[in-house]
């Protein structure tokens, strides 16, 4: 029987087309459904592809697959996660979604461009000698083929040479081959078993963007999907402001509309939510580490309006931290409309206008710490003023006030550091004077750039300068003057410890002196005792069942851990005949378990120990106890802690101190001691540099630079510069407007 002989032949070595017709259409009025129909089975057939061949015009290839039909390249099905760079699905590979890399940093590898190619490379110069010699004959041999010396400066060496000697080069380009620094580097870091060695190159890195995403931190597919032209990426990089303005002009088709109004309607929501509590110069992609205390806050309370929650009791914590008066009421108005929803509000603040927008005020005193407690006065804004107890209606009637000072400190010409061309974030290429010896405040809206300046460029750049600090300063030219300082501290409001073991007699140093005292006793010269005896973190005079922090941590797993009271010294943290030694009736345990004022008392034939706790009264915490652990005080304490640790210090007269809002979490009463340390500081010589919105701190100041206009794009200018005076004068500085009513 023969066999069948195919209709045609396929040749498995060549790419065949083979089209089935499964349709022919005429294009008339009614034939919607039987095209409809025709198209389901043509893809059905074509296994999702199918091609339409017009009489008029060229074939046309459809497909319904996520690939394109003509090159072959295929696409995972676009999803919200495809979007998301927490997601493997949507984050860069290269990155993980980071937007930055590790990598060997050419300015730690090389950090003084002056010195000559022999000592210039800071990691060839570390290791054996045989090593060193090794780097040394190799740089020698390229010298030689390229005709420069190795004890020429690196950066008189033509940049082709220098480029080389960092990233390597071809046999044909220098005519050898050269691994470069960079890649020599990486190599061994690479390759290499030992821990010392990782930690030693380890030095060389830093943190810089990733070369494949440029800092998207999403995948090349989920960039290329765009609307209006513009990627995800794109849009996220847009403030709030311009991201309203965005959804707010987008123009849609019928179709489109009726897809996306939903999604529209929640995001224009969501945004004006962060608009209104005066966060609109933020951009949708900030980094949540970069955020201050207060923006978080704000962006947890644009959170709890959108839910449009009712019958709920909000606890705030100092809403108005980082907030210019400019923006203050918003925040206000944000509070009432949560109010007004059905909500109850308890806020927590030293804020005047925030008490004065408060329904009912419950003033706890009279004092702090064991001063403290009472309640000294509540009811309306009226009965707070009214009370004569209350130290708050004090200040709120004008009875007690922050005072102008009499005299201004003036700017010695010559005396100052100069940034140059500072560009950093929304910074304008401005160029920013900053006289010394002074108390300078930099002032400013919410957004306009001071953080930028002095955290992000002035401060790394002199930690960099005088500490040989890894960070790299934000962009600018140079700082000029930099040479006056010889130190620079910031006193910012991070604890001071993270375990119960710090209190504010170890971060001060008191603690040595204190135990040195009692390791001078008759009794512990009869048993033998020395300093070391009286100190909770060495074996010997703790209690050995806690280790000497007083306290127990009981792992719960999936719960927080629970701390309780070690039930061997009752928190006392020293053993039994340690205890036994008594200084004036008093225990070591005892000391610490006193407040600053009592340790005063107990130690004022002391000088050393007396004047270092005096510093601490100085600054308002006379209510603190001497062994306080460091994870119980509050951000303002921490920071008036390190003051004092500074005041307590012998001063070069040339030191820079830094301070980012000091004021947070401090009563009028507070803020007039503060005012008295920071003033000490500067008439020890030294330069006092703040970042504030409080109006009783900037009306204290020698100088001010107002930045702004606005926060965001519309931030980043010198508004205004000088006395506070001066500045009341200018009409376009939000702050000098403010600022008038106090002076």
């Known amino acids: 029987m023969n066999k069948r002989q195919p209709a045609f032949l396929l040749d498995k070595f060549k790419k065949h087309d083979i089209e089935v017709v499964v349709d022919r259409i005429a294009i008339e009025k009614d034939i919607r459904e039987r ?24 074939d046309e290839l459809f497909s319904e697959l996520y690939s394109c039909p003509k090159c072959g390249v295929n696409y995972e099905e676009i999803e919200p996660r495809m979007f998301s760079f927490n997601s493997p699905y949507g984050a860069c590979h290269a990155c993980d979604g980071l937007g930055t890399i590790m990598d060997i940093d050419a300015d730690l590898v090389i950090p003084d461009k002056t010195k000559s190619l022999r000592e210039a490379i800071r990691p060839w110069r570390v290791g054996g000698m045989r090593i060193i010699l090794h780097y040394r004959r190799l740089l020698r ?3 030689q083929e390229r005709g420069f010396d190795i004890d020429e400066p690196f950066n008189k060496i033509p940049k082709k040479i220098r480029d080389a000697i960092l990233y390597g080069s071809e046999k044909e380009e220098l005519g050898m081959y050269f691994e470069g620094v960079v890649p020599n580097l990486l190599r061994r870091l690479k390759d290499t078993d030992s821990e010392f060695m990782r930690a030693e190159i380890n030095k060389y890195t830093s943190l810089s963007m990733c070369p494949e995403c440029k800092g998207k931190r999403l995948k090349p597919e989920a960039l290329s999907i765009k609307i209006n032209n513009m990627s995800i990426s794109d849009v996220s990089g847009f ?19 009726k897809i996306a109004r939903q999604i529209l309607k929640e ?36 959170t709890q309006i959108g839910a449009g929650l009712v019958g709920v009791l909000y606890v705030l914590d100092e809403p108005s931290i980082g907030l210019h008066q400019k923006d203050n009421a918003k925040l206000l108005d944000t ?12 806020v927590v603040e030293h804020d005047e206008a925030t008490i004065r927008n408060a329904d009912y005020i419950v003033d706890l005193g009279p004092g702090a710490g064991k001063h403290g407690g009472y309640i000294v006065a509540e009811g309306k804004i009226e009965d707070i003023i009214n009370s004569k107890e209350s130290l708050t209606g004090s200040y ?26 500072a560009r950093e974030h929304n910074l304008k290429n401005i160029d ?17 750039g001071k953080s930028t300046m002095v955290d992000d460029i002035l401060y790394k750049a002199l930690a960099k300068r005088l500490y040989g600090s890894k960070e790299k300063p934000g962009g600018h030219d140079g700082i000029d003057g930099a040479d006056q300082i010889d130190k620079v501290i910031v006193v910012d409001q991070s604890p001071i410890g993270r375990t119960p073991r710090s209190n504010p007699v170890t971060y001060t140093g008191v603690f040595s002196f204190i135990r040195d005292i009692f390791a001078k006793l008759p009794e512990s010269k009869m048993r033998g005792y020395k300093p070391g005896r009286f100190s909770f973190n060495v074996k010997g005079g703790r209690c050995e069942a806690c280790q000497g922090d007083g306290i127990k941590q009981i792992e ?13 010294c009752n928190g006392k943290r020293y053993n039994h005949e340690t205890l036994q030694v008594l200084y004036k009736g008093k225990s070591i345990a005892d000391v610490l378990k006193m407040t600053v004022e009592d340790g005063m008392e107990l130690f004022r034939n002391i000088p050393h120990i007396n004047q270092k706790l005096k510093t601490l009264y100085d600054v308002g915490l006379g209510y603190v106890e001497l062994g306080q652990s460091a994870t119980t005080l509050s951000g303002g304490e921490a920071q008036r802690v390190k003051l004092a640790t500074e005041l307590s210090k012998i001063g070069t007269g040339k030191t820079l101190y830094i301070l980012d809002e000091p004021t947070t979490g401090l009563h009028f009463a507070d803020i007039d001691k503060l005012l008295k340390v920071l003033h000490a500081l500067v008439e020890g010589g030294n330069s006092v540099l703040i970042i504030e919105h409080n109006l009783d701190v900037i009306k204290s100041a020698d100088y001010i630079i107002d930045l702004g206009p606005g926060g965001g794009d519309e931030g980043g200018k010198i508004v205004a510069c000088g006395s506070p005076e001066e500045i009341v004068k200018i009409n376009s500085s939000y702050t000098g407007q403010y600022l008038k009513e106090y002076l």
């Open 35 to 58: 095209l409809a129909d025709s198209v389901e089975t043509a893809l059905k057939v074509g296994k999702g592809l199918m091609l339409v061949a017009k009489s008029d015009k060229e």
């Open 141 to 143: 041999k390229l010298g």
């Open 239 to 257: 403030s709030i402001r311009d991201a309203k303005r965005f959804f707010s002009d987008l123009k849609l088709t019928e179709t489109q509309e």
């Open 267 to 302: 995001i224009k929501e969501r945004l004006s939510f962060m608009a209104n509590v005066g966060l609109d110069y933020l951009t949708l992609d900030r980094i949540s580490s970069t955020l201050s205390g207060g923006e978080a806050q704000r962006i947890r309370l644009a």
């Open 335 to 346: 509070l009432k409309a949560l109010r007004d929803l059905g909500n109850t509000l308890i």
């Open 396 to 421: 709120l009637r004008g009875e007690l006030k922050i005072d102008v000072p009499k005299k201004r400190r003036k700017a010695i010409k010559n005396k100052s550091v100069i940034i140059r061309n």
């Open 432 to 448: 920013i004077q900053i006289p010394l010896g002074l108390f300078v405040c930099i002032t400013g809206v919410s957004g306009s």
């Open 556 to 568: 719960m797993h999936f719960l927080p851990d629970v701390y309780v009271t070690c039930e061997v």
